[in-house]
């Protein structure tokens, strides 16, 4: 059985996390195929070569120069070549990259490289096989992944020895180098570890593990051992940024667990991400959340006899290419929530062309709304979690703007007002945390 490593970029910001990198890899012989991302931040003022190839990109557009972005980009990969005493030409590399955005390479194919450069460092390193993933990840026409990628890869990936894939990118089919959303390295790894068959996707990242709470909001949160698929893409999704909130699918379908470590201190267990836990004594998963949100709210007598109504209002939203988060309604209301990204300042546009098609009694426009999931799988089925939430959010004196359960009953949103936000996510962690178990 082999095992997938996908390692974060700031594992692999210098020469000596490089060297940290090649030390767990060779410290399991399973460690067969990894996946790299580009090199991220030193230190809190360094800037990440993708942000940079980002930049190199919009300046040619603008037709401004590039070079100190580039010198930038330049420097730091000489400089890893030389310190890990590679055999590796990157002065010919980055000459091409060069050469490439001077003919005005496509944004995707330029972010890309970020990626392929530390593969090709990463695969010296290792004296590994390097795979590319232009020729192996392949992206359907509605910019999706095509699952005939798992049968390509998984024949490259098919012979004895060590494999380097990059993360981040594959291509289109007629070819074209596509990205995928930032942080995209994470879905690399699932899509190479299930086209593998490795029995563990491992992603090395500079925290031992998920946290239960932002440590930014709540002081020294619970580290969470092991938690669900499911739980782990509600949590990414609503703020918990440790892993990509797309990148469990590929292995969830098939089963492998996730395992998240830590590449400065690889002995710390890290959180374990499968398909089922014991929810124990730990009903909550985590909380995780955010502001920057808008509620768009409409009010008619009687909306609940005339039929389609909702969807009419959702079909404004969606002429406009917007999705929207939540859509809590009444007996004479619908509300929908959006984010304030997705919005981009559109909402009284979308309630004028609401009020002119669907004749409403009122509207209204609510920005300002802060979103919280409190998730959970020990929450289904059990008595007393509504209660247990509600009565800290009160005694906290937060005023609940909204709520929203999903039907798998394993999460429960609240929107409160942005000022409330982090007041609100330490009311609800220290609910469930206080006693050290959460409700049984
Ligand atoms: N380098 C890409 C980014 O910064 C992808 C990744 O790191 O996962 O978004």
Same mark, same amino acid.
């Given at each position: 059985?082999?095992?997938?490593?996908?390692?974060?970029?700031?594992?692999?910001?210098?020469?000596?996390?490089?060297?940290?990198?090649?030390?767990?890899?060779?410290?399991?012989?399973?460690?067969?195929?990894?996946?790299?991302?580009?090199?991220?931040?030193?230190?809190?003022?360094?800037?990440?070569?993708?942000?940079?190839?980002?930049?190199?990109?919009?300046?040619?557009?603008?037709?401004?120069?590039?070079?100190?972005?580039?010198?930038?980009?330049?420097?730091?990969?000489?400089?890893?070549?030389?310190?890990?005493?590679?055999?590796?030409?990157?002065?010919?590399?980055?000459?091409?990259?060069?050469?490439?955005?001077?003919? =005005? +390479?496509? *944004?995707?194919?330029? #972010?890309?490289?970020?990626? @392929?450069? !530390?593969?090709?460092?990463?695969?010296? %390193? &290792?004296?590994?096989?390097?795979?590319?993933?232009?020729?192996?990840?392949?992206?359907?026409?509605?910019?999706?992944?095509?699952?005939?990628?798992?049968?390509?890869?998984?024949?490259?990936?098919?012979?004895?020895?060590?494999?380097?894939?990059?993360?981040?990118?594959?291509?289109?089919?007629?070819?074209?180098?596509?990205?995928?959303?930032?942080?995209?390295?994470?879905?690399? =790894? +699932?899509? *190479?570890?299930?086209? #593998?068959?490795?029995?563990? @996707?491992? !992603?090395?990242?500079?925290?031992?593990? %998920? &946290?239960?709470?932002?440590?930014?909001?709540?002081?020294?949160?619970?580290?969470?051992?092991?938690?669900?698929?499911?739980?782990?893409?509600?949590?990414?999704?609503?703020?918990?940024?440790?892993?990509?909130?797309?990148?469990?699918?590929?292995?969830?379908?098939?089963?492998?667990?996730?395992?998240?470590?830590?590449?400065?201190?690889?002995?710390?267990?890290?959180?374990?991400?499968?398909?089922?836990?014991?929810?124990?004594?730990?009903?909550?998963?985590?909380?995780?959340?955010?502001?920057?949100?808008?509620? &768009?709210?409409?009010?008619?007598?009687?909306?609940?006899?005339?039929?389609?109504?909702?969807?009419?209002?959702?079909?404004?939203?969606?002429?406009?290419?917007?999705?929207?988060?939540?859509?809590?309604?009444?007996?004479?209301?619908?509300?929908?929530?959006?984010?304030?990204?997705?919005?981009?300042?559109?909402?009284?546009?979308?309630?004028?062309?609401?009020?002119?098609?669907?004749?409403?009694?009122?509207?209204?426009?609510?920005?300002?709304?802060?979103?919280?999931?409190?998730?959970?799988?020990?929450?289904?089925?059990?008595?007393?979690?509504?209660?247990?939430?509600?009565?800290?959010?009160?005694?906290?004196?937060?005023?609940?703007?909204?709520?929203?359960?999903?039907?798998?009953?394993?999460?429960?949103?609240?929107?409160?007002?942005?000022?409330?936000?982090?007041?609100?996510?330490?009311?609800?962690?220290?609910?469930?945390?206080?006693?050290?178990?959460?409700?049984?």
């Amino acid at each position: 059985m082999s095992i997938t490593c996908k390692f974060g970029g700031s594992s692999l910001a210098d020469a000596s996390q490089f060297q940290k990198v090649a030390a767990i890899v060779n410290a399991d012989p399973e460690r067969r195929f990894i996946v790299p991302s580009a090199p991220g931040k030193r230190h809190d003022d360094d800037t990440k070569i993708t942000d940079l190839l980002y930049l190199c990109h919009e300046a040619i557009r603008q037709r401004v120069t590039y070079d100190e972005a580039f010198g930038l980009i330049a420097d730091r990969y000489i400089d890893l070549a030389q310190w890990l005493d590679l055999d590796l030409d990157v002065e010919d590399l980055l000459g091409h990259l060069r050469a490439d955005l001077e003919r =005005g +390479a496509s *944004v995707d194919y330029v #972010a890309s490289r970020g990626e @392929y450069l !530390n593969g090709k460092i990463l695969a010296a %390193l &290792l004296e590994a096989v390097y795979v590319e993933p232009a020729e192996h990840i392949r992206f359907d026409a509605d910019g999706r992944l095509d699952p005939v990628t798992y049968e390509l890869l998984g024949n490259a990936l098919d012979g004895e020895g060590r494999y380097v894939i990059p993360g981040f990118y594959g291509a289109s089919a007629d070819g074209e180098v596509k990205t995928f959303s930032r942080g995209g390295s994470d879905i690399t =790894g +699932a899509v *190479v570890a299930r086209a #593998a068959g490795a029995k563990v @996707y491992e !992603n090395w990242t500079d925290v031992s593990g %998920l &946290l239960m709470a932002d440590p930014r909001v709540v002081s020294n949160p619970r580290p969470v051992e092991e938690i669900t698929y499911r739980e782990i893409r509600e949590l990414s999704y609503m703020g918990a940024s440790v892993f990509h909130d797309e990148a469990m699918f590929p292995v969830r379908e098939v089963g492998i667990p996730i395992h998240i470590k830590n590449t400065n201190d690889p002995d710390a267990k890290g959180t374990r991400i499968q398909k089922t836990r014991i929810p124990k004594d730990h009903a909550l998963g985590g909380v995780a959340g955010r502001p920057g949100f808008t509620m &768009l709210f409409i009010e008619k007598a009687l909306m609940n006899q005339l039929k389609g109504f909702g969807r009419r209002v959702l079909e404004v939203i969606a002429a406009h290419d917007i999705s929207y988060e939540h859509t809590p309604s009444g007996i004479d209301t619908i509300s929908v929530i959006v984010s304030d990204e997705e919005l981009a300042g559109r909402g009284a546009l979308l309630l004028e062309e609401i009020e002119r098609t669907l004749d409403p009694d009122r509207t209204e426009l609510l920005p300002g709304l802060a979103l919280i999931a409190t998730v959970g799988e020990g929450m289904s089925h059990q008595i007393g979690i509504a209660a247990k939430l509600f009565s800290a959010l009160a005694d906290a004196g937060v005023n609940v703007r909204v709520i929203d359960q999903g039907a798998s009953e394993i999460n429960i949103i609240v929107g409160v007002e942005e000022s409330d936000y982090e007041q609100a996510v330490r009311a609800i962690y220290h609910a469930f945390e206080s006693d050290g178990s959460g409700p049984r």
